[in-house]
């Protein structure tokens, strides 16, 4: 029993308009640049924000620093003791909350209070291996992954929540006056020396081990992507003095929407979610939509081909019930009769399914998931190709080593999502280009990078 024509017809209509041949990925990486430079000139690209971090950790950094990790589900809160150039990393410790649902939508001061009161917490349990420098406040790096405008390493004004978060009273306000506020009435005394996102974090925190870093890349729920800049490179910082010349720009690169190719399925999801026509590369890209993109296409197959037999499956037509991960698992099935891929479709959809249209789910989610992996790369040779572009030789010189840090669920766990960014980037770089790039995954990154980037900002210094 063969899936109808009807059903395969949308297949290949699937697949011709969500192809990746190279001069589409091209185009791509070639508009990235263009967006970019256009952005750092306070053109209309990219939005290219200043992070105001200016020096990266050189592992010499020596002492007792926090971290705090808010940007999505969780909540974190780390310590570590630096130990300078020969002792690096001398010890760290972890905790990790999630935030309870009510909170994501409570006020301001509730969740901050909510953060400073795990904090405390974790202070007090600070035990003999760890030591603070006497007449020093503890300080911290604070990983903030929303919209921020800084102004300064140590503050920055929320521009708005995303993510699911819908509190009331942050958007416009300093979120480190929050957090200090929070702190002062929870009683304990500690200061922030550094505000970041994920993606900055993740760059300081890799770079503080390999100093060929030179961009990070975050691939989870959202995405997001960062790289060192010449002050002089960035005309919408006219004026501003730095010492070392330098500066970490944030791309906001999820709000790219040039040149990329676009379905019905697509642009429907995107008409449903809560932000419309904003975020398209992110949304054809990272982990919280490919999950509904495929549901939108099995939807499709099911009512005008009848996919799944005579009915509809109902929970078919529930936004958001198929994720990333049920992608990722069903990808994984290598058995003759894709038993697990029929088990999860029951499970998920509650659809019956035989061999042809098990087949068929599968060519739907690779087609997908293999787009959304060959534009990650083409972004990525797009930054790669604009540090080259201006300044010859800095990434494919002759034996340079130019590393990427790549982190985030979506890249961490889906292996196959991971091959076609690779190999995207190796198409559109060649072989010669290739060997001077290494994409790197970093685990759990961001967290250390905040709280070396609080010591390479530290007020005693
Ligand atoms: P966040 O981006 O929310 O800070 P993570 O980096 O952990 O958090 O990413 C979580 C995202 O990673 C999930 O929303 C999901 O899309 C994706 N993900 C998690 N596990 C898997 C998996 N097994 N396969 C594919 N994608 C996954």
Same mark, same amino acid.
């Given at each position: 029993?063969?899936?109808?024509? *009807?059903? *395969?017809?949308?297949?290949?209509?699937?697949?011709?308009?969500?192809?990746?041949?190279?001069?589409?990925?091209?185009?791509?990486?070639?508009?990235?640049?263009?967006?970019?430079?256009?952005?750092? !000139?306070?053109?209309?690209?990219?939005?290219?924000?200043?992070?105001?971090?200016?020096?990266?950790? *050189?592992?010499?950094?020596?002492?007792?620093?926090?971290?705090?990790?808010?940007?999505?589900?969780?909540?974190?809160? $780390?310590?570590?003791?630096?130990?300078?150039?020969?002792?690096?990393?001398?010890?760290?410790?972890?905790?990790?909350?999630?935030?309870?649902?009510?909170?994501?939508?409570?006020?301001?001061?509730?969740?901050?209070?909510?953060?400073?009161?795990?904090?405390?917490?974790?202070?007090?349990?600070?035990?003999?291996?760890?030591?603070?420098?006497?007449?020093?406040?503890?300080?911290?790096?604070?990983?903030?992954?929303?919209?921020? @405008?800084?102004?300064?390493?140590?503050?920055?004004?929320?521009? @708005?929540?995303? @993510?699911?978060?819908?509190?009331?009273?942050?958007?416009?306000?300093?979120?480190?006056?929050?957090?200090?506020?929070?702190?002062?009435?929870?009683?304990?005394?500690?200061?922030?020396?550094?505000?970041?996102?994920?993606?900055?974090?993740?760059?300081?925190?890799?770079?503080?081990?390999?100093?060929?870093?030179?961009?990070?890349?975050?691939?989870?729920?959202?995405?997001?992507?960062?790289?060192?800049?010449?002050?002089?490179?960035?005309?919408?910082?006219?004026?501003?003095?730095?010492?070392? !010349?330098?500066?970490?720009?944030?791309?906001?690169?999820?709000?790219?929407?040039?040149?990329?190719?676009?379905?019905?399925?697509?642009?429907? $999801?995107?008409?449903?979610?809560?932000?419309?026509?904003?975020?398209?590369?992110?949304?054809?890209?990272?982990?919280?939509?490919?999950?509904?993109?495929?549901?939108?296409?099995?939807?499709?197959?099911?009512?005008?081909?009848?996919?799944?037999?005579?009915?509809?499956?109902?929970?078919?037509?529930?936004?958001?019930?198929?994720?990333?991960?049920?992608?990722?698992?069903?990808?994984?099935?290598?058995?003759?009769?894709?038993?697990?891929?029929?088990?999860?479709?029951?499970?998920?959809?509650?659809?019956?399914?035989?061999?042809?249209?098990?087949?068929?789910?599968?060519?739907?989610?690779?087609?997908?998931?293999?787009?959304?992996?060959?534009?990650? !790369?083409?972004?990525?040779v797009?930054?790669l190709q604009?540090?080259e572009?201006?300044?010859?030789?800095?990434i494919f010189g002759?034996?340079n080593?130019s590393?990427?840090?790549?982190?985030?669920?979506?890249?961490?766990?889906?292996?196959?999502?991971?091959?076609?960014?690779?190999?995207?980037v190796k198409?559109l770089l060649g072989s010669e280009k290739s060997n001077n790039v290494?994409?790197?995954?970093?685990?759990?990154?961001?967290?250390? !990078?905040?709280?070396?980037?609080?010591?390479?900002?530290?007020?005693?210094?």
């Open positions: 029993s063969d899936v109808s024509s *009807t059903a *395969t017809r949308i297949l290949t209509e699937l697949k011709r308009e969500c192809a990746t041949p190279l001069p589409l990925l091209q185009q791509v990486a070639k508009t990235m640049s263009d967006d970019m430079r256009a952005g750092l !000139g306070l053109k209309p690209g990219l939005p290219m924000i200043p992070t105001y971090v200016e020096n990266l950790p *050189t592992g010499n950094e020596k002492g007792l620093f926090y971290a705090l990790d808010l940007g999505g589900t969780n909540f974190r809160v $780390m310590r570590v003791q630096l130990g300078g150039k020969d002792e690096r990393v001398i010890d760290t410790e972890f905790d990790q909350v999630s935030i309870p649902q009510d909170l994501m939508s409570a006020t301001s001061q509730e969740l901050f209070d909510f953060i400073a009161s795990g904090l405390a917490e974790f202070v007090s349990k600070e035990d003999g291996g760890f030591h603070i420098s006497p007449g020093r406040k503890r300080e911290i790096g604070f990983t903030f992954s929303f919209p921020v @405008k800084q102004t300064s390493i140590d503050s920055g004004i929320l521009i @708005k929540w995303t @993510k699911g978060f819908a509190v009331s009273g942050t958007a416009g306000r300093d979120v480190v006056a929050c957090l200090n506020e929070a702190m002062e009435r929870q009683g304990i005394d500690m200061r922030v020396s550094a505000l970041v996102n994920d993606a900055v974090g993740t760059l300081a925190g890799a770079e503080y081990w390999d100093s060929d870093v030179v961009a990070a890349v975050i691939l989870g729920t959202g995405t997001n992507a960062c790289y060192v800049e010449k002050i002089s490179a960035i005309p919408k910082l006219q004026g501003h003095a730095s010492s070392s !010349g330098k500066m970490i720009i944030s791309t906001e690169w999820g709000a790219f929407s040039n040149s990329l190719p676009s379905t019905e399925f697509d642009r429907e $999801m995107d008409a449903a979610t809560i932000n419309p026509g904003e975020q398209i590369f992110e949304k054809t890209i990272s982990g919280l939509y490919l999950g509904d993109i495929v549901r939108r296409v099995l939807l499709k197959m099911t009512e005008e081909g009848g996919l799944f037999g005579r009915f509809v499956p109902q929970k078919l037509s529930t936004p958001f019930i198929l994720g990333t991960p049920d992608l990722c698992a069903m990808q994984q099935d290598y058995s003759g009769d894709l038993h697990a891929v029929g088990s999860l479709l029951y499970d998920i959809l509650g659809a019956e399914s035989n061999l042809s249209e098990r087949k068929t789910v599968l060519e739907v989610c690779e087609t997908i998931v293999r787009r959304g992996g060959r534009l990650a !790369g083409a972004g990525i797009g930054i604009k540090m572009e201006d300044d010859r030789g800095l002759n034996g080593r590393v990427v840090a790549i982190d985030g669920g979506l890249y961490e766990n889906y292996p196959q999502y991971r091959t076609y960014l690779q190999d995207s198409e290494v994409i790197e995954h970093t685990k759990d990154g961001s967290s250390i !990078g905040a709280a070396l980037l609080a010591a390479s900002n530290s007020i005693y210094q």
